[in-house]
């Protein structure tokens, strides 16, 4: 038997970004932005002595650390042809610039999923829960999901 549970950080709850798509053709090309939202898929085949998967109290750390990345930044791509001007906003104090290999869902799928696992690798719960996947979701319509391969 296995056991799944699911943690949310709602649109009212969300991280406020923005960024842009500089390799895109279309409007997405452009600054704009999302109250992010993101649903963390937990799995164990064990519950705890508490019959929980995972103490939802001990995501705090992890979502604090999320927050420091996403929340109320400015996120530009490493490879931004125009990344010396966002240094420029940042150095006079027009955004709280973050610079990750790559923007969009997707990207922030899968820098999210390696952030949780490695927090889990950190917790009482190494040995015993893996995370199935993370999906980010910019508003009702879009979303991308990254689904692990099950490996603690």
């Known amino acids: 038997m296995r056991y799944q549970v699911t943690k949310t950080v ?10 842009r798509q500089w390799r895109a053709e279309s409007h997405c090309r452009f600054i704009h932005g999302y109250a992010l ?5 937990f799995e164990a085949d064990t519950l705890d002595s508490r019959n929980w998967v995972i103490d939802f109290g001990d ?3 992890l979502r604090a650390h ?3 990345l996403f929340d109320h930044k400015t996120i530009i791509a490493i490879d931004d042809p125009l990344l010396s001007y966002f240094d420029e906003l940042a150095a006079v104090g ?3 610039l973050v610079v990750m290999q790559a923007v969009g869902c997707e990207a922030f799928a899968t820098l999210i999923a390696k952030e949780t696992q490695t927090w889990l690798s950190t917790t009482q719960y190494a040995n015993r829960v893996r995370l199935v996947s993370i999906e980010v979701r910019e508003h009702g319509s879009n979303a991308a999901k990254v689904v692990l391969d099950g490996q603690a």
């Open 10 to 19: 709602s649109h009212e709850q969300g991280w406020s970004s923005a960024f």
């Open 37 to 41: 939202a993101v649903e963390f898929v």
């Open 59 to 61: 995501f705090k750390p």
């Open 66 to 68: 999320l927050a420091d």
């Open 94 to 96: 027009a955004i709280d």
